[in-house]
């Protein structure tokens, strides 16, 4: 069945490490996005894709990377450059212009 | 710069009556509004939108309603049941900016049987 997969649930990373966030989705969907959540607060968005090998900022990009390789796949890296990276991060996918889905969400902490 | 604000952070009501969530915005831009509800540690689901052209949309128990002239949303659902319980997101994009969104912080509703 069709949705929007993010992998691990749980992601440790330790001081100075980066580490990789996994975002799939099979809904041939053109656009993809990656937000942060933070307690008490909305969701802010990290960078967003509106085609393969294309991709953008948004409001929060600092110490973030991203590449957009496959339709189905957007992978974000929280690089040791982002000082405060303990957060629940969220992908989604939508067509273009439409209606955002999103993802169950990986939590990241740091040792 | 917060350019769409949830004020309030909680909304407690009983099982069966109205739960009223509001949403204000500052960008004159926006023209496409969502309603998101997101249960701890999940995603969040979509639930209802509504376009500028537009000043209410209806799905079953739920309804939002366009003031434009006053910069304001509000989601209502009718009647409230407790698995709606859960944190509340508005949001915003313009057509400019592609699906672009921008959210409120949240309203975390809890409804008592």
């Known amino acids: 069945d069709g ?24 809904l041939n969907h053109d656009a993809m996005y990656w937000y942060r959540q933070d307690p008490g607060q ?6 967003y894709s509106q085609i393969v090998n294309d991709f953008q900022k948004g409001d929060i990009a600092e110490g973030y990377s991203v590449s957009r ?8 890296t929280v690089t040791s450059a982002q000082k405060n990276p303990t957060a ?3 992908c989604a996918s939508s067509m273009r212009s439409e209606t955002q889905y999103f993802g169950p969400g990986t939590r990241l902490l740091v040792l | 710069d917060q350019q769409v604000k949830q004020n309030s952070p909680s909304l407690s009501v009983q099982e069966g009556r109205i739960s009223i969530l509001n949403c204000d915005y500052t960008n004159s831009m926006f023209d496409y509004f969502l309603w998101y509800k997101k249960y701890p540690a999940e995603g969040p689901t ?15 128990r739920f309804t939002v309603f366009l003031n434009k002239s006053a910069k304001h949303l509000s989601l209502h659902i009718v009647p409230s ?30 409804v008592n049987p």
């Open chain 1, 3 to 26: 949705g929007i997969t993010q992998s691990p649930k749980y992601l440790f990373r330790k001081e100075g490490q980066n580490v990789t966030l996994s975002c799939e989705q099979n």
């Open chain 1, 42 to 47: 909305g969701l802010r968005l990290i960078y």
């Open chain 1, 69 to 76: 390789e496959k339709k189905e796949s957007f992978p974000l």
């Open chain 1, 88 to 90: 629940f991060y969220l």
């Open chain 2, 46 to 60: 979509f639930l209802i939108s509504i376009s500028s052209i537009k000043d209410k949309n209806e799905d079953g």
């Open chain 2, 81 to 110: 049941q407790p698995g709606d319980s859960a944190v509340y997101f508005c949001a915003a994009s313009k057509e400019t900016s592609g699906s672009r969104l921008t959210f409120g912080e949240g309203t975390q509703l809890t």
